[in-house]
């Protein structure tokens, strides 16, 4: 063993050093003591963690790039990172724990001095600071160090090798490369752009190895880079004592460029020989052995992937990879992929230089301006940008389109055009980087579509990231947001952002005087932080004060400024993209009386088709209520075919009306009929199923506003309930008369059965006739009376044979559809037939076979085995004989036969079939409509006049709410034209009250004007129907009315229209003009009034 050497005196540190109690290694020289103790205190700094698993130091590891941030180098005079620092360990530089301590705080204040306070660097340099101060003082009050925590593992040949030699590891490699000439990569550089072009990036091989190079943690930082080089032989002689085959990721990428890798596997093999070696040098815990099992981790999920992915020919790339150049290339699939497209675009930009003197154009938008250097900059730019974030996100995969990344660089382009005069350096160089980028894209061509190269589990991913990130607005806040941005980003064609001057006030000391003509100054800034805030209740309110801001220009600049100008030109964008964001205000206003007719007519088709389980429309039963009213014969006749003319023709123009009519045949429907009959029952259901549909239609309001919503299927349910009340015990007691007849009629035919002559009777279940068994409970064809008919079908009730031995049957019997009586509107069920009240005997010697009858529930999924389809009927109701109706059965009671039912194979489709009148020609007089009660073919609402108790009415005039004058229904709150002598247009007045005096009519109320009429700014802009709210207030006779119109708020008149108010004589007033003041001011909405029930309010259709 040499012997040791001499040690030099020891300075007054190194003293101090010895004499602390934890130093205590007076076997070993100071240098190694103090070497040992720096590495401990550099391994705190470097390994420290945040709890999430982030490593703090890691921008600190290394200077930034002199290329990407040479104002860095501006700015910070001593540059230091920790790689320096633990050289600086290594080469034994540092006498003293103190000297190192100076290193760290001018690290820290490196880092403090460059970056804005609160930046995430700011705060991780003051969290470095407090880490190795806590470690220096734990040290320090600590007890001695003890060997094992020095030792790195049992293999390192020359003891432990803390976090110096891991830094040296990472960074001598890159000085080296540098310095021979080897591939360097900067921040933002893939390895496909520097790497030559005989290797094809489509490459399976090419694509493991990419993956693992280019991976990056959360800071954007690479992975890869303690493996790029191989340690330096000098500094670590140890590492190529342990470590016998040493490979690096340089060493593998000069392989694949010599075409040495014959398939994935081989490479796999030396990455994982790469990895194994960091693990089995480095301790468990340290960053590079973190690092190597992360990278291991990316390594074999890729191959999993690349190892499952078939090829299109069907042949798999990753066997035979590079066998010859044809084969690969045609194998080979480029993919322009969304993140290479962002990355190429970005090196077009970062890359031009100035033909000439060879200036990088890039070199100033590189980075944000010093807001020390530049406090005006933040000022005028609100949402500044560089490509350092640029590259950034690129690399983070923050950019979910390629059009996001290229908007944040022309944002950065526009706000270097904004901040900068037109023909600065910056503001020329901003034109011709946007015009290389555009280029740039064009030659790249359409981008391809990422969803179709990723794979499912990635698309999933990417998906719900996008979902996580974004941020949810309220409506009102998108279309806030959207006026905002149209008037915050309109350009001229030269692309000036005409709103720059707008986005913040001038300060009181640069302009005292406009503080004193403005009296309410407002800019963009102040307007977007209320948005922030949510102060705007509605569009209206941040209109407002836009408005307020640009009228403010206008007053305080000359109408030849450029300001001034900017200010007319914005209030018009402003107004064009409301009414864009509403709807426009006369575009997208759909034709209203076309779509009251549309709503009418499909209600009424919806209820006439409107069918039960079984196929059957409730309205064929309805088909045989009269049109006229023999209750009320001056009634005018009404009926379903009646309703269906005027549908037609258009005749209803309002649903109330439609409505009342409707309803008026199912109440006639009910009132004619006993509450048990079918014709009852299927009125109840049609006027249930109406409303219903009418308020799924209406959407309860909120697409048509009607009085005919108010009466609901609970006013229905009262009715009914009453009208039964009223009508249960008369149909009662007649159900006990038919009763005692029916009994009466049986005893009658019993009597006829037996005779005078008493004859006997022997009764059984079942009897033969013809090879042929009957029982009880099978139904029969019957031979018939007359030749010509068809067989009877009886259901057997009784068996029996009498004395003389002749056999007799007696049952129910079913009737076919022409047996019965009914109009030729009614359709039936193929093979139906129906249960009648008739029930009588018959010899079975007239019995002509079997056959089934079968519920209606039933026969369309089952059907009896062993029987004939023309032998199998259907019964659906019951038929009175006497009453000539017909009743739906609910419950099928008729006793179970011995015949067995199995499932059909397929379900019968429900088929209804005309009756067989049909074609008989009615020759009855066609219906004739009242025409008594239209106007112009319209049905219109009837209306009476309506008298009002007025208290402080003038003597002898008498008051109405509604009121019919010349043929014009008015009433309270309604618009009128008034003949306006000498005016150009006619102006506008709203009844608050009316009456008659003498037989003359009279009303009151405000008088609206046109924009002409008032005084304004010649900047003032209207819409093409505003109006405005007087103080005038006048009384004038009826006889001046010229007609009717509306007068609607802006939200009105964008949102809804009165059903029966024609389209050009809808007006629009939102503001107040006040004669005194000449000004406009905005008012919340008109005076709205409450009418009595009698009154005939107005429909409101909601289109928007």
């Not at 094992?148 to 080296?176: C, F, H, P, W």
């Amino acid at each position: 063993m040499p012997e040791p050497p001499q040690l030099a005196p020891l300075d007054v540190e190194e003293q101090q050093l010895y004499s602390e109690p934890f130093l205590n290694f007076a076997w070993r020289s100071a240098s190694e003591c103090l070497k040992e103790v720096l590495e401990q205190l550099l391994d705190a700094v470097v390994s420290y963690t945040e709890p999430s698993g982030r490593l703090v130091s890691e921008l600190f590891q290394k200077l930034p790039s002199k290329m990407q941030y040479p104002d860095y180098y501006a700015v910070i005079k001593e540059p230091i990172d920790l790689k320096i620092i633990a050289q600086k360990i290594q080469l034994g530089n540092y006498r003293s724990v103190s000297a190192m301590a100076k290193d760290v705080d001018l690290l820290v204040k490196n880092a403090k001095t460059y970056n804005e306070p609160g930046s995430q660097v700011f705060k991780d340099a003051n969290t470095i600071k407090k880490v190795f101060a806590q470690k220096k003082s734990e040290m320090e009050h600590g007890e001695p160090i003890k060997s094992s925590i020095r030792i790195r593992n049992k293999r390192s040949v020359q003891g432990d090798r803390l976090s110096a030699i891991t830094m040296a590891l990472q960074y001598e490699s890159d000085e080296e490369g540098i310095l021979s000439g080897t591939v360097h990569y900067d921040e933002g550089e893939s390895e496909a752009e520097s790497m030559t072009s005989n290797i094809d990036m489509s490459n399976p091989i090419f694509q493991l190895y990419e993956v693992v190079r280019g991976a990056r943690n959360s800071q954007g930082q690479l992975i890869s880079e303690p493996f790029l080089q191989l340690p330096s032989r000098k500094d670590y002689p140890d590492y190529y004592q342990q470590i016998s085959q040493p490979v690096c990721l340089h060493q593998i990428k000069n392989k694949m460029k010599n075409i040495e890798y014959e398939s994935v596997e081989h490479i796999d093999s030396d990455l994982t020989l790469m990895f194994e070696n960091a693990k089995r040098y480095n301790v468990p815990h340290s960053p590079i052995y973190k690092r190597a099992l992360k990278l291991q981790h990316i390594q074999q999920m890729k191959r999993k992937e690349l190892l499952q992915r078939p090829d299109d020919d069907g042949d798999s790339m990753l066997s035979s990879a590079t066998s010859d150049t044809s084969s690969t290339k045609r194998k080979s699939h480029k993919k322009n992929t969304k993140k290479n497209r962002m990355k190429a675009l970005l090196v077009s930009v970062t890359e031009a230089r100035e033909a000439g003197s060879g200036r990088r154009l890039c070199d100033l938008f590189m980075v944000k301006p010093s807001k020390k250097d530049y406090p005006d900059y933040y000022k005028v730019i609100l949402e500044p940008m560089d490509l350092r974030t640029i590259d950034y996100n690129i690399r983070s995969d923050k950019y979910m389109t390629e059009d996001a990344m290229v908007g944040d660089m022309k944002l950065m382009f526009r706000n270097a055009r904004h901040y900068n005069e037109e023909g600065s350096q910056v503001y020329n160089d901003a034109d011709i980087l946007e015009k290389i980028m555009e280029d740039r894209r064009r030659d790249l061509g359409p981008a391809t579509d990422d969803d179709d190269i990723m794979s499912p589990k990635l698309k999933i991913r990417k998906n719900s990231l996008s979902l996580k990130k974004s941020k949810y607005l309220t409506p009102l806040q998108q279309k806030l947001n959207e006026l905002y941005e149209a008037v915050k980003n309109y350009t001229d064609k030269r692309g000036r952002r005409l709103s720059t001057i707008f986005l913040r006030l001038p300060s009181r000391a640069e302009l005292p005087d406009y503080y004193i003509a403005i009296k309410k100054p407002v800019d963009m800034e102040k307007i977007k932080s209320h948005m922030l805030a949510n102060k705007y209740q509605d569009v209206d309110a941040l209109v407002e004060d836009l408005v307020l801001m640009f009228n403010n220009a206008c007053t305080y600049n000359e109408p030849e400024s450029l300001i001034y100008r900017d200010a007319l030109l914005l209030h018009k964008v402003l107004l064009e993209t409301r009414r864009e964001l509403e709807g426009g205000e006369d575009n997208h206003v759909p034709d209203v009386p076309r779509l009251i007719q549309e709503l009418i007519r499909s209600l009424f088709v919806s209820v006439l088709g409107h069918q039960d389980d079984e196929g059957r429309c409730y309205s064929d039963s309805l088909a045989e209520i009269p049109a006229a009213d023999p209750v009320n014969p001056e009634k005018p006749s009404l009926n379903f075919e009646i309703i269906r003319k005027n549908v037609e023709r258009g005749r209803y123009k309002r649903l109330d009306v439609f409505q009342d009519h409707m309803f008026e045949v199912l109440e006639k429907a009910r009132r004619l009929n006993r509450t048990d009959s079918e014709i009852f029952e299927d009125a109840v259901e049609l006027q249930q199923f109406f409303i219903r549909i009418r308020d799924e239609l209406c959407k309860n309001g909120e697409i048509l506003m009607s009085p005919a919503l108010s009466y609901t299927s609970k006013h229905l349910h009262s009715d009914v309930e009453k009208e039964k009340k009223e009508k249960l015990p008369k149909e009662i007691e007649e159900d006990k008369i038919k009763r005692e007849e029916e009994k009466r009629e049986a005893e009658k035919r019993e009597d006829t059965v037996g005779g005078s002559w008493q004859v006997q009777r022997t009764y059984s279940q079942d009897c033969s006739f013809k090879d042929s068994m009957y029982h009880v409970g099978d139904y029969v064809y019957v031979e018939p009376a007359e030749p010509n008919l068809q067989p009877h079908i009886i259901y057997i009730e009784r068996l029996w044979e009498d004395d003389t031995g002749e056999k007799w049957l007696y049952g129910c019997w079913f009737y076919r559809p022409n047996e019965t009586f009914h109009l030729a509107t009614r359709k039936f069920l193929e093979k139906e037939v129906f249960k009648s009240d008739y029930y009588n005997k018959a010899p079975i010697s007239k019995i002509l076979g079997k056959c089934v009858v079968m519920f209606v529930k039933e026969y369309f999924k089952l059907y009896p085995d062993g029987f004939r389809p023309e032998d199998v009927y259907v019964c659906e109701s019951r038929y009175s004989a006497k009453s000539k109706s017909f009743k739906k059965i609910k419950m099928w009671a008729m006793p179970l036969s011995s015949v067995r039912f199995v499932p059909r194979d397929v379900p019968l489709p429900v088929v209804r079939v005309a009756s067989m009148f049909v074609n008989k020609q009615d020759d009855k007089p066609p219906e004739v409509v009242d025409e008594s009660k239209t106007t112009n073919g319209i049905v219109d609402k009837e209306r009476e006049d309506v008298p009002l108790e007025m208290t402080n009415g003038e003597p002898g005039c008498q008051y109405y709410e509604q009121l019919c004058y010349n043929n014009l229904w008015l009433k309270v709150g309604d618009c009128v034209y008034i003949a306006s002598h000498g005016l150009v247009r006619h102006r506008v007045g709203r009844i608050e009250k009316m009456w008659m005096r003498d037989e003359a009519g009279y009303f009151f109320g405000p008088i609206f004007i046109h924009p002409e009429e008032t005084e304004h700014e010649p900047t003032k802009m209207f819409y093409k129907k505003e109006m405005f709210l007087s103080n005038l207030e006048e009384a004038c006779p009826m006889t001046c009315i010229i007609g009717k119109c509306v007068v609607a708020s802006f939200k009105e008149y964008l949102s809804c229209r009165p059903t029966e108010v024609p389209e050009e004589n809808v007006l629009l007033c939102e503001s107040r003009y006040i004669e005194s003041e000449k000004q406009m001011k905005k008012f919340k909405g008109l005076k709205r009034y409450s009418l009595s029930g009698k009154v005939v309010e107005d429909e409101i259709y909601y289109f928007r």
